[in-house]
């Protein structure tokens, strides 16, 4: 190695992620230095408070009042971005980054989701790394296997379990046989959730994600025409029946391309309990991409995490260590296309429809009537009285129909008096 060679280094946001990097860095330096034949040297940080106690000492010159001040310095080479948000800070930083001739690495999977293209045309120009692997699935090393590995394929569908919560409170309602509030105050009490989990339960989290996949993968600008569903409707009968009739309940996100047009949808799905994506249990993350000439490849591992992002964020600062600047998004944004949207309403399922109604004579008919009316056929029915007689559980699967009369019998009978409470659709199958 050349006495000289070496990039410095600005990181911006000490929290759980930024802190676990900084020691990291410090600590690996050597390793890193001889494995890139490049030192990494980080020279600044910065965060919101000065003050607050951190669990890693930091060489009180290093510490830089406005962090904004990293992208003007001439000594900076990379910064390395660990604030969070698509606005505000995050943002500010990105963007005079790029302008600044920086490179970038970020774990920021909202800011690369909203502004990735705007972000990706300054990197190009600028000729500077935009790099975020850490940004999807933490410590799947799928962004770089999109853009190097994979690099021979077309890609026509990316799909998987790309949050840890979520999946977390799904398998362990099965396992432990709870509800979903136990194993959501659980999930808190473990650093398994946030305090407040909402992106990660509404399916937010998934898309944002998979905005970030379909555009590495189909070459195209990220398209925000996405279904989202999350998981906080799912209660514990459904993954019983769920049990029953062979499957696991899942939070996937699907991106494909079916006769030149893009499907993007986040949706819990009912996956056969012998498939490889219902055994991914817990916080445990997974993708799949189909490809040719490659075929199916499959990558899993640790989703979120100090540990495992830091793995992403080391893999991104070492490729620009080596001197490898490329396109953010695998291809040049004058080559990127815009794709069209198809929404899934045209799309065929198969689904699970459950209905809680009063136990009385008539309505088994008139519901499955609604089905017929809709052309939607049925492939299995269990009907399950309460012990008190008055009310009884319908489960309905169906054959593969279009997702609109599947909504459409949703709405039809949700009018209905004899409904105790919101019927339920939940698709099947990940093909
Ligand atoms: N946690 C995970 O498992 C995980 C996994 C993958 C990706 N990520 C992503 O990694 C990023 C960081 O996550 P995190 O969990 O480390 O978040 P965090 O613990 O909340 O840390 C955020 C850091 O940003 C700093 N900050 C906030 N506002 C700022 C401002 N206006 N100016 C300068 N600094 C500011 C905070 O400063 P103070 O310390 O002074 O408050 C803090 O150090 C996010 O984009 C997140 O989505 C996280």
């Known amino acids: 190695m050349k006495k000289n060679n070496k990039l410095n280094i600005a990181i911006v946001g000490l929290g759980n992620i930024g802190s676990y990097l900084y020691k990291y860095l410090k600590d690996n330096k050597e390793i890193l230095a001889k494995k890139n034949n490049c030192i990494p040297n980080v020279i600044f940080v910065s965060a919101k408070n000065k003050n607050k106690k951190r669990n890693i000492k930091i060489n009180k010159k290093k510490w830089l009042k406005n962090y904004l001040d990293a992208t003007k310095s001439k000594d900076v080479d990379i910064i ?16 005079s980054a790029l302008k600044n001739k920086k490179h970038v690495v970020t774990a920021n999977k909202a800011l690369i989701a909203k502004y990735g293209d705007q972000l990706s045309k300054i990197a190009e120009e600028n000729n500077v790394n935009l790099e975020f ?34 999946n977390y409170i799904l398998s362990t309602m099965d396992k432990e046989n709870k509800n ?9 009490k473990l650093g398994y959730a946030e305090s407040n989990p909402l992106s990660d339960l509404n399916g937010d989290d998934v898309a944002a994600k998979l905005k970030i996949l379909s555009s590495l993968c189909f070459n195209s600008f990220v398209d925000h025409n996405i279904h989202v569903e999350g998981i906080s409707f799912i209660d514990k009968l459904d993954i019983d029946n769920a049990n029953k009739l062979g499957y696991k309940i899942k939070l996937l ?53 100090p540990e495992a992002t830091t793995s992403a964020l080391v893999s991104d600062i070492s490729s620009i260590l080596r001197g490898n600047v490329k396109f953010p998004f695998s291809i040049s944004i004058k080559e990127r296309k ?24 008539g309505v088994l008919s008139n519901i499955t009537n609604i089905f017929s009316k809709n052309k939607v056929s049925i492939k299995r029915l269990i009907q399950n009285p309460n012990k008190s007689k008055k009310f009884s559980s319908i489960v309905i699967i169906t054959h593969d129909s279009k997702d609109k009369f599947l909504n459409k019998i949703i709405k039809q009978t949700e009018k209905k008096n004899y409904l105790i409470k919101k019927p339920k659709l939940i698709r099947i199958g990940a093909n």
């Open 180 to 188: 979903f509030n136990d194993v959501l105050t659980d999930a808190k």
């Open 80 to 95: 390395i971005e660990l604030i969070g948000g698509a606005e505000g800070a995050a943002k500010k930083l990105v963007f």
């Open 253 to 305: 996100g699907v991106s494909e391309i079916i006769n030149n047009k893009v499907y993007q949808r986040v949706h819990p799905t009912l996956i056969e309990k012998s498939s490889y994506i219902a055994s991914i249990d817990g916080v445990l993350n997974a993708v799949i991409v189909d490809g040719k000439p490659v075929g199916q490849s499959v990558i899993q591992g640790e989703g979120a995490g």
């Open 338 to 361: 815009k794709l069209r949207y198809q929404n899934i309403s045209e799309r065929f399922f198969s689904a699970y429809l459950r209905f809680e109604v009063l136990d009385k004579p």
């Open 133 to 166: 692997e850490a940004a999807v699935c933490g410590g799947v090393p799928i962004i770089r296997s999109l853009k190097e590995g994979l690099i021979a394929n077309k890609i026509n569908k990316v799909y998987g379990i790309f949050n840890g919560t979520s």
